[in-house]
């Protein structure tokens, strides 16, 4: 707008300088005056359009977002401050019986249905990832741990730091989701899940695992919120609604679960 307005001072000013004596003069000055007036009411009307537009987008955009209003029932968070007691073991749980160095690996029965539905869809896009890690008891998250920082001392880390890698893979026994039944670490090798993310796989799930209800539990741009590193292979079934909510809106489940407890105030805790 200044620029377009200089295009209307210049006249003004070569009239006043060589026009003086012009007797026509001051009907010049009316004239560009004029012009001014009507540039400058352009402007305004054009500059209260575009302001009553955005106002309006604004508008349009807070009424059309949308809430959870109708969840009778939230996933369960499971972290250092909210630990699932030792004895706790998920009911319904099947064996998908899928890994090839014969371990079962175990989930509660409609997270495991969803979890083959979801593979029955990744083969016809020819693709395929390996079970690698269900169901844990409290116990056996215990010896994973011990094992781990084994691993890594006889690797040649010290105690400390083999503590800190094993920390990055595995959670403290009591604070892992895997003992509820309904989250599975996935790969393409099954001895490993470190190098998930750089696959073909990965790919496809972070685009396609929602309609299954799954989400990746720990992602590196909501490690504030939910206190864990990115664990691009970590899935957890949340049930289709839940998963497509929090996709389309960017929600890990703390988010999610805050969301619904804000909107839907008799929704209860599913363990």
């Known amino acids: 707008m200044v620029k377009g307005t200089g295009k209307y001072y210049s006249p003004v000013y070569k009239a006043k300088k060589y026009s003086c004596a012009n007797k026509k003069s001051s009907g010049i000055k009316r004239i560009v005056c004029a012009c ?4 400058f009411a352009a402007s305004g009307i054009i500059a209260w359009q575009s302001v009553r537009a955005d106002a309006n987008t604004f508008a349009t955009s807070a009424s059309a977002q949308s809430y959870p ?4 029932s939230y996933p369960r968070i499971v972290n250092e401050s909210k630990p699932v007691d030792k004895s706790y073991e998920p009911q319904n749980l099947v064996s998908l019986n899928t890994v090839p160095n014969g371990q079962s690996v175990y989930l509660r029965s409609d997270a495991a249905e969803s979890f083959i539905n979801m593979l029955d869809a990744m083969a016809k896009d020819g693709l395929a990832v390996l079970p690698v890690k269900g169901y844990t008891s409290y116990d056996a ?14 690797e040649g880390c ?5 503590t800190q890698k094993t920390s990055l893979l595995l959670s403290t026994p009591g604070t892992d989701e895997s003992q509820l039944g309904t989250s599975i670490d996935v790969s393409t090798d099954v001895n490993s899940v470190e190098k998930f993310s750089a696959t ?3 790919k496809w799930i972070c685009n396609n695992a929602y309609k299954f209800g799954f989400i990746i539990r720990y992602t590196a741009d909501k490690q504030e919120i939910t206190g864990v590193e990115a664990r691009p292979w970590h899935l957890r079934f949340v049930g289709e609604s839940a998963a497509e909510y929090m996709k389309e809106n960017g929600m890990c489940l703390e988010e999610y679960v805050k969301c619904v407890m804000k909107y839907c105030p008799g929704a209860t805790q599913e363990y």
């Open 36 to 39: 001014i007036a009507v540039a």
């Open 69 to 72: 209003t109708d969840v009778d």
């Open 141 to 154: 998250q215990q010896a994973a741990l011990s094992e781990s920082i084994d691993k890594f001392i006889a």
């Open 158 to 162: 010290s105690s400390d730091e083999a």
């Open 200 to 202: 073909e796989q990965y």
